[in-house]
């Protein structure tokens, strides 16, 4: 396939560069080669539509939030045929995120260590660069808009800064989730306790609702929760999403656990662990999740997915749909391909 061997030829360049550094430049190339229509050599997955949430989702396979926090490489993004493209995290007002370096490489294990910080030009930024590509113009994908609060916002404020963000990009979106599980901005997973989860989540739906008969079209809210939670907070989250009707629940972010990195180059960076780490602590997650919620709302299992069998695996475990993000910088675009043709032999196998 020509995007597997341009690939293995790319990696070792971009394995040498910082991996921010190289982050933005395979995104930029992306981008120019979607531009000069080279991205037509990719070769897509074959349409495997999925009903999830009342939208219909072309494939099972989506690409996670943080890849493109801003928006500006959605048509890029798209050409690599994903059958959902998460964008953001987005804030109210840009910031620049942490002090770099803020991204580091972990090869011997499969994974990355990020402390981003919610870095982006803004919601309104946002919002033109969604408005301006093509996908959302077409109306022919499904775009999934990532709001979170700015690190400046008092925790006990955060609800003002989702409820604004999801203000702006409801009209916009195909569904939208509420990031709460990000260790890279202070105090945030402070949210995920039941009193504040609970004022959250019902403010949020009262204003998902006004903004249904507002806009006549009903956009669903999804949760995006951490992988280091235990079963009493699982329980206490689920409940949580059944009682205000929330839509879906992605699970999961990164970890702050460094057992399995441990005594690695850069394995004790401050920041969020993805990658193959995650892979049986999202999966963990996700079968709690669904021994607590049965078919009342679908998860979207995200984290280690590096193959066909891994994204098995999170159906397995309850998932309706998979997202991907550290193995795509890891294995490159066939892996979309790969994760497709396995859930669609696996899906009709099963009759699902």
């Not at 910082?18 to 531009?35: F, G, I, S, V």
């Not at 989702?57 to 926090?69: Q, T």
Request: charged share 20%; proline share 6%; hydrophobic share 40%.
């Amino acid at each position: 396939m020509p995007d597997k061997f341009l690939y293995a030829l790319a990696r070792p360049l971009l394995f040498s560069l910082d991996p921010e550094t190289a982050h933005n430049l395979t995104l930029l190339w992306l981008k120019r080669a979607a531009a000069l229509g080279l991205t037509g050599l990719i070769a897509k997955p074959q349409p495997d539509p999925r009903s999830v949430m009342g939208i219909t989702f072309p494939n099972p396979v989506g690409l996670a939030a943080g890849l493109d926090k801003d928006g500006t490489y959605i048509d890029a993004l798209a050409a690599l045929g994903f059958g959902s493209l998460e964008i953001g995290t987005v804030t109210p007002r840009a910031q620049p995120g942490n002090p770099k370096p803020r991204m580091f490489r972990l090869p011997k294990a499969n994974a990355i260590i990020n402390r981003m910080g919610f870095n982006n030009g803004g919601v309104e930024a946002f919002i033109s660069n969604v408005q301006g590509s093509k996908f959302y113009q077409d109306k022919k994908g499904v775009l999934g808009l990532n709001i979170g609060k700015n690190a400046d916002t008092p925790i006990e404020r955060a609800a003002e800064d989702y409820l604004h963000c999801l203000q702006k990009v409801y009209p916009y979106a195909s569904y939208v989730t509420v990031n709460i599980s990000s260790p890279n901005t202070k105090n945030l997973r402070q949210l995920q306790g039941a009193s504040e989860l609970d004022a959250l989540l019902s403010q949020l739906k009262d204003a998902q609702n006004r903004l249904a008969d507002l806009h006549k079209r009903y956009v669903p809210i999804t949760l995006k929760i951490a992988p280091d939670i235990d079963s009493e907070q699982i329980k206490i989250i689920a409940a949580a999403l059944l009682r205000h009707r929330i839509d879906g629940v992605i699970a999961t972010n990164t970890t702050i656990t460094r057992d399995a990195v441990k005594g690695m180059q850069h394995g004790e960076e401050a920041g969020g662990l993805s990658g193959v780490p995650v892979f049986a602590l999202s999966n963990t997650v996700i079968r709690a999740l669904k021994a607590e919620l049965g078919d009342a709302l679908p998860i979207i299992g995200v984290g280690g997915i590096f193959s066909g069998a891994d994204a098995q695996a999170k159906m397995d475990a309850g998932a309706a749909l998979v997202q991907l993000y550290s193995g795509l910088i890891y294995r490159g675009p066939t892996l979309v391909r790969e994760c497709a043709a396995s859930l669609h032999r696996y899906l009709r196998r099963d009759n699902i």
